[in-house]
């Protein structure tokens, strides 16, 4: 059978391309005339009890060496020792705690031919009425190493006396085991060990007083709701920001935001901001105490709001950053102990740092240069396919674009080390905006046609090629900043118009 | 000119053939009732719309070359453009009963049958593609063709009351060996202007036998045919005026339940992939299984069942006068059901040498195509008959404007 050319028009692929697609859904809404904002909800600092009133890890280590030679009767305790313990938390003063997560290990080392029973006890520590108290038998010349919890349990931490801070009473005794029925007779140098570690403690409430304490925090928080927009620049023209600062600690603050930047990792750019909080303190009162375990604190709020006229936060937009950075100076207790050590804290609730953004997506933007480079495999013609049966022809793109934005785009082949290898297209293609009304509406998409020669030489490129790099210059129709909407879009159509072999 | 030229030659050479008639022979050998066997092989191809040129260079070139394929496509018709093929091998024969009037005839055959039609605008579609369509709706309905092999095996009876007259009937079992049958009432395809849409409409149906059970002689269905015919003579000046009349495969083979057969009636819209996120489409590219709907649609439609269809048989008549010597003229016709064949009618002259040879040259219209030519031989004697025809000369002469060639041979011997 003979083969002979025939000219075929075929559509391949169609979609839209919308700006609404390159941002996570939830950053991205329109409003009621369609109009499409960009929001982002982050919050830059977080500072919770264990940032400021952590209770450190604690480890005791008690040894018993037997002085003389003595008979012990089962049942009575050969050692006793009750003991303080107070924790070095500078200026903070705790007096109670509760306690949400905590690990205790004891190791014990009887080194004696009788049993022995050990008991420990934390007499600060008590749950429902009880205190908590650990038996363990440790057989003749043996060990035992046991782990604990107090989770739940309610730490006094004022001393055996109660009017100390950050103490807590532990006790310890050793007896000949009551089980035993014979007297034991101790030789010197006999000898007792016992090591109790406390780790990762982690209160759910405390409350004492905090201490007069300044801590610089510099922050650096990413952002990801620019990360699908491929733009290096663009004018934002309206904006709604607000900085919520939340004080959930029952404890005075005074908070100073000494920088706050944005930055692009990618380019390098970055913009401080310029505001009257930038470096002025602000003062915050402390949270109220409602003694409600479900709902224990009201926080104390205050809200700094930012727009073009009092801020340059446009600045720190337009640049699409993917950090915020922030240097703050937080001073707990400015005024002293005003609370007379009824200072608290309640795991979850913070002092932070809330950002909330809103940014109507009406936009200019001139000569704004737009790259991606995406991955690209390209799979050769083989024998049978129907592409290496192609002769010559071309892929046109059809474009509707109902955006008021021109773009003039160009897609480059690169090959694994990012070399130019070629161009799909023999000069950049202008793709037209629509233009708005006066009403700001895009009446009628406007139609381009960019044709990309197909065929064999261009198959040969594309199997060296490892990359696309798309490359688009944007620029807004017209002199003022326009509006993109949710329901425009560019309708997009690729369709083969080529000329083939019916058979290889 | 040239074919006209060649028609007078040949009238004026006086030969008389046969064209454009099935293979198949009639049984008629003589005024006197004999036993005999003969052999039958032929082919026959045809079409007034095709052309030579382009079949030859379609089937056996590397490349279609663009002037042929355009030649092609000015010389076809708007709405129709037929092609068929038939082919016989058969092994007939006699036995006289006690040299009496009847004769037990008996045939075993192997036959095939092809017949296309194919409106112009198809075969712009397949020949050129779509793009010179575009923003266009292109029409092309119409196309059909089937295609059918079966073997027979059939007996039956002479009686030669007289030695001028003759009638016999065959009756016989048909093994339908293959089997496909295309007709597509409604289609058309429209194109826009930059191509991004195609919409197609396709109504019709597509039956074809077991593709799992191909090889000759199998079996995919049974049949029945049933052939008739006489023979008569009537005395003229100084010669004899031969009339034979003959209906040939009548009958049905009913294709088993394993024939796959579609019926599609659907509308479909293709405009390519569509790609929800572009910033993912390299995957969704690989993802996207291609289906296509028009072909769900059809597979829907998919269903194996029997079916019952005509052999594309014929019924035919002719008139020759018989000469001991001399110039002989006659003609005749032919119709055919099943097969897309356009009544034919012909003239025969030849001239007859002597009692044992003559040759004669047909000039016919009709069938699958126009005007065409043959021409045959006969060689007969007291034991043995020979008869040689070629067929569509015409195609031969002009491959540029007519498509066929034909070929038949018919050995008898008498006891």
Same mark, same amino acid.
């Given at each position: 059978?003979?083969?002979?050319?025939?000219?075929?028009?075929?559509?391949?692929?169609?979609?839209?391309?919308?700006?609404?697609?390159?941002?996570?859904?939830?950053?991205?809404?329109?409003?009621?005339?369609?109009?499409?904002?960009?929001?982002?909800?982050?919050? !830059?600092?977080?500072?919770? @009890?264990?940032?400021?009133?952590?209770?450190?890890?604690?480890?005791?280590?008690?040894?018993?060496?037997?002085?003389?030679?003595?008979?012990?009767?089962?049942?009575?305790?050969?050692?006793?020792?009750?003991?303080?313990?107070?924790?070095?938390?500078?200026? #903070?003063?705790?007096?109670?705690?509760?306690?949400?997560?905590?690990?205790?290990?004891?190791?014990?080392?009887?080194?004696?031919?009788?049993?022995?029973?050990?008991? %420990?006890?934390? %007499?600060?520590?008590?749950?429902?009425?009880?205190?908590?108290?650990?038996?363990?038998?440790?057989?003749?010349?043996?060990?035992?190493?046991?782990?604990?919890?107090?989770?739940?349990?309610?730490?006094?931490?004022?001393?055996?006396?109660?009017?100390?801070?950050?103490?807590?009473?532990?006790?310890?005794?050793?007896?000949?085991?009551?089980?035993?029925?014979?007297?034991?007779?101790?030789?010197?140098?006999?000898?007792?060990?016992?090591?109790?570690?406390?780790?990762?403690?982690?209160?759910?409430?405390?409350?004492?007083?905090?201490?007069?304490?300044?801590?610089?925090?510099?922050?650096?928080?990413?952002?990801? &709701?620019?990360?699908?927009?491929? %733009?290096?620049?663009?004018?934002?023209?309206?904006?709604?920001?607000?900085?919520?600062?939340?004080?959930?600690?029952?404890?005075?603050?005074?908070?100073?935001?000494?920088?706050?930047?944005?930055?692009?990792?990618?380019?390098?750019?970055?913009?401080?901001?310029?505001?009257?909080?930038?470096?002025?303190?602000?003062?915050?009162?402390?949270?109220?105490?409602?003694?409600?375990?479900?709902?224990?604190?009201?926080?104390?709020?205050?809200?700094?709001?930012?727009?073009?006229?009092?801020?340059?936060?446009?600045?720190?937009?337009?640049?699409?950053?993917?950090?915020?950075?922030?240097?703050?100076?937080?001073?707990?207790?400015?005024?002293?102990?005003?609370?007379?050590?009824?200072?608290?804290?309640?795991?979850?609730?913070?002092?932070?740092?809330?950002?909330?953004?809103?940014?109507?997506? &009406?936009?200019?933007?001139?000569? &704004?240069?737009?790259?991606?480079?995406?991955?690209?495999?390209?799979?050769?013609?083989?024998?049978?396919?129907?592409?290496?049966?192609?002769?010559?022809?071309?892929?046109?793109?059809?474009?509707?674009?109902?955006?008021?934005?021109?773009?003039?785009?160009?897609? %480059?082949?690169?090959?694994?080390?990012?070399?130019? @290898?070629?161009?799909?297209?023999?000069?950049?293609?202008?793709?037209?905006?629509?233009?708005?009304?006066? @009403?700001?509406?895009?009446?009628?998409?406007?139609?381009?046609? &960019?044709?990309?020669?197909?065929?064999?030489?261009?198959?040969?490129? !594309?199997?060296?090629?490892?990359?696309?790099?798309?490359?688009? #210059?944007?620029?807004?129709?017209?002199?003022?900043?326009?509006? !993109?909407?949710?329901?425009?879009?560019?309708?997009?159509? @690729? #369709?083969?118009?080529?000329?083939?072999?019916?058979?290889? | 000119?040239?074919?006209?030229?060649?028609?007078?030659?040949?009238?004026?050479?006086?030969?008389?053939?046969?064209?454009?008639? *099935?293979?198949?022979?009639?049984?008629?050998?003589?005024?006197?009732?004999?036993?005999?066997?003969?052999?039958?092989?032929?082919?026959?191809?045809?079409?007034?719309?095709?052309?030579?040129?382009?079949?030859?260079?379609?089937?056996?070139?590397?490349?279609?070359?663009?002037?042929?394929?355009?030649?092609?496509?000015?010389?076809?018709?708007?709405?129709?453009?037929?092609?068929?093929?038939?082919?016989?091998?058969?092994?007939?024969?006699?036995?006289?009963?006690?040299?009496?009037?009847?004769?037990?005839?008996?045939?075993?055959?192997?036959?095939?049958?092809?017949?296309?039609?194919?409106?112009?605008?198809?075969?712009?579609?397949?020949?050129?593609?779509?793009?010179?369509?575009?923003?266009?709706?292109?029409?092309?309905?119409?196309?059909?063709?089937?295609?059918?092999?079966?073997?027979?095996?059939?007996?039956?009876?002479?009686?030669?009351?007289? *030695?001028?007259?003759?009638?016999?009937?065959?009756?016989?079992?048909?093994?339908?060996?293959?089997?496909?049958?295309?007709?597509?009432?409604?289609?058309?395809?429209?194109?826009?202007?930059?191509?991004?849409?195609?919409?197609?409409?396709?109504?019709?149906?597509?039956?074809?036998?077991?593709?799992?059970?191909?090889?000759?002689?199998?079996?995919?269905?049974?049949?029945?045919?049933?052939?008739?015919?006489?023979?008569?003579?009537?005395?003229?000046?100084?010669?004899?005026?031969?009339?034979?009349?003959?209906?040939?495969?009548?009958?049905?083979?009913?294709?088993?339940?394993?024939?796959?057969?579609?019926?599609?009636?659907?509308?479909?819209?293709?405009?390519?992939?569509?790609?929800?996120?572009?910033?993912?489409?390299?995957?969704?590219?690989?993802?996207?299984?291609?289906?296509?709907?028009?072909?769900?649609?059809?597979?829907?439609?998919?269903?194996?069942?029997?079916?019952?269809?005509?052999?594309?048989?014929?019924?035919?008549?002719?008139?020759?006068?018989?000469?001991?010597?001399?110039?002989?003229?006659?003609?005749?016709?032919?119709?055919?059901?099943?097969?897309?064949?356009?009544?034919?009618?012909?003239?025969?002259?030849?001239?007859?040498?002597?009692?044992?040879?003559?040759?004669?040259?047909?000039?016919?219209?009709?069938?699958?195509?126009?005007?065409?030519?043959?021409?045959?031989?006969?060689?007969?004697?007291?034991?043995?008959?020979?008869?040689?025809?070629?067929?569509?000369?015409?195609?031969?002469?002009? *491959?540029?404007?007519?498509?066929?060639?034909?070929?038949?041979?018919?050995?008898?011997?008498?006891?």
């Amino acid at each position: 059978m003979a083969n002979w050319d025939v000219d075929a028009l075929v559509p391949v692929a169609h979609g839209t391309i919308n700006f609404a697609d390159f941002a996570p859904e939830e950053n991205v809404y329109g409003d009621g005339e369609s109009l499409l904002h960009l929001t982002a909800a982050e919050t !830059l600092i977080s500072l919770g @009890l264990d940032t400021l009133i952590g209770i450190p890890d604690y480890s005791i280590d008690t040894g018993f060496v037997v002085p003389i030679s003595i008979n012990f009767p089962p049942g009575v305790p050969f050692f006793y020792q009750l003991e303080e313990t107070k924790f070095d938390l500078k200026d #903070v003063e705790l007096t109670r705690a509760l306690i949400r997560e905590s690990r205790i290990t004891i190791f014990l080392e009887n080194t004696i031919d009788k049993p022995v029973l050990f008991e %420990y006890g934390i %007499y600060s520590a008590t749950l429902d009425g009880d205190t908590f108290l650990v038996q363990a038998r440790v057989e003749a010349n043996d060990t035992l190493s046991r782990s604990f919890t107090l989770d739940g349990y309610e730490l006094d931490l004022r001393g055996e006396e109660g009017t100390d801070f950050n103490t807590i009473v532990t006790f310890l005794q050793a007896m000949i085991h009551p089980d035993e029925t014979q007297n034991h007779q101790f030789t010197a140098g006999d000898e007792f060990n016992i090591k109790n570690t406390v780790k990762g403690v982690v209160p759910e409430f405390v409350t004492g007083y905090f201490g007069n304490q300044s801590v610089l925090f510099e922050e650096d928080e990413a952002l990801d &709701v620019f990360a699908q927009f491929p %733009y290096q620049s663009v004018n934002i023209t309206d904006f709604h920001v607000t900085l919520t600062i939340d004080n959930g600690i029952g404890a005075d603050l005074k908070l100073n935001i000494q920088e706050l930047r944005s930055e692009n990792t990618v380019t390098g750019a970055n913009a401080a901001l310029n505001h009257e909080v930038i470096n002025n303190n602000q003062l915050y009162p402390r949270a109220i105490n409602l003694y409600d375990l479900t709902d224990p604190v009201k926080h104390i709020q205050k809200k700094l709001t930012f727009s073009d006229e009092n801020s340059n936060l446009d600045e720190l937009l337009e640049l699409r950053p993917d950090r915020f950075l922030a240097n703050l100076d937080i001073e707990v207790n400015p005024l002293g102990d005003i609370s007379l050590g009824n200072d608290f804290a309640y795991y979850g609730h913070n002092i932070s740092a809330f950002m909330q953004m809103d940014v109507p997506l &009406v936009v200019s933007a001139k000569g &704004v240069v737009l790259n991606d480079t995406s991955d690209f495999q390209f799979i050769a013609p083989q024998p049978n396919n129907p592409l290496d049966r192609i002769n010559y022809g071309s892929l046109n793109l059809i474009l509707e674009n109902r955006y008021p934005i021109d773009a003039e785009i160009q897609v %480059y082949l690169l090959d694994t080390f990012n070399n130019l @290898l070629d161009s799909l297209l023999e000069s950049p293609a202008l793709v037209l905006g629509a233009e708005e009304n006066n @009403l700001g509406i895009v009446e009628f998409a406007e139609q381009s046609i &960019v044709e990309i020669p197909i065929g064999p030489a261009l198959f040969d490129q !594309l199997e060296l090629t490892n990359y696309l790099k798309i490359s688009a #210059v944007l620029n807004t129709v017209g002199v003022d900043s326009v509006h !993109l909407r949710n329901n425009s879009g560019i309708e997009y159509k @690729l #369709v083969a118009d080529i000329n083939a072999r019916t058979k290889k | 000119m040239r074919l006209a030229f060649l028609i007078s030659l040949v009238q004026i050479v006086g030969l008389q053939i046969h064209a454009q008639k *099935p293979v198949s022979q009639n049984w008629w050998k003589g005024s006197e009732a004999t036993s005999f066997v003969s052999l039958n092989a032929g082919l026959n191809a045809n079409s007034a719309d095709f052309s030579n040129r382009f079949l030859s260079e379609l089937i056996f070139s590397d490349q279609l070359s663009q002037e042929v394929l355009n030649d092609e496509l000015k010389g076809l018709s708007q709405t129709e453009n037929v092609m068929g093929l038939d082919y016989e091998l058969a092994l007939q024969g006699g036995w006289n009963i006690k040299s009496g009037a009847h004769t037990l005839l008996f045939k075993a055959a192997d036959v095939a049958h092809v017949n296309a039609s194919v409106p112009k605008n198809a075969a712009r579609l397949i020949l050129t593609g779509n793009k010179s369509f575009a923003g266009d709706t292109l029409d092309f309905s119409g196309l059909n063709g089937l295609g059918m092999r079966f073997q027979q095996l059939a007996v039956g009876w002479q009686f030669q009351p007289t *030695p001028s007259t003759a009638f016999f009937a065959l009756i016989g079992f048909v093994n339908g060996e293959q089997y496909a049958d295309a007709k597509v009432d409604r289609s058309w395809l429209y194109t826009s202007v930059l191509g991004d849409t195609l919409s197609t409409s396709l109504k019709g149906g597509l039956f074809i036998s077991d593709t799992g059970n191909v090889g000759f002689a199998t079996h995919n269905g049974a049949g029945a045919s049933l052939d008739f015919g006489f023979h008569t003579e009537f005395q003229g000046e100084g010669s004899i005026w031969q009339f034979d009349f003959a209906v040939n495969n009548l009958g049905l083979v009913q294709w088993n339940k394993k024939t796959i057969g579609y019926n599609f009636d659907t509308n479909y819209t293709w405009t390519g992939i569509e790609i929800p996120d572009i910033t993912n489409i390299n995957e969704q590219f690989a993802d996207n299984v291609l289906t296509d709907s028009l072909g769900g649609g059809v597979n829907e439609n998919i269903r194996k069942q029997t079916r019952n269809e005509w052999l594309p048989g014929y019924v035919a008549a002719e008139l020759l006068q018989r000469r001991d010597a001399g110039f002989e003229t006659g003609g005749g016709w032919v119709l055919r059901w099943n097969a897309n064949f356009d009544p034919y009618v012909y003239l025969k002259n030849g001239y007859r040498f002597n009692e044992h040879i003559a040759t004669h040259l047909s000039v016919g219209y009709g069938g699958y195509g126009t005007v065409q030519v043959g021409l045959s031989g006969i060689f007969e004697w007291s034991h043995f008959m020979a008869k040689a025809e070629v067929r569509n000369i015409e195609a031969l002469a002009l *491959p540029g404007r007519f498509a066929g060639g034909s070929g038949i041979i018919n050995l008898s011997y008498m006891f």
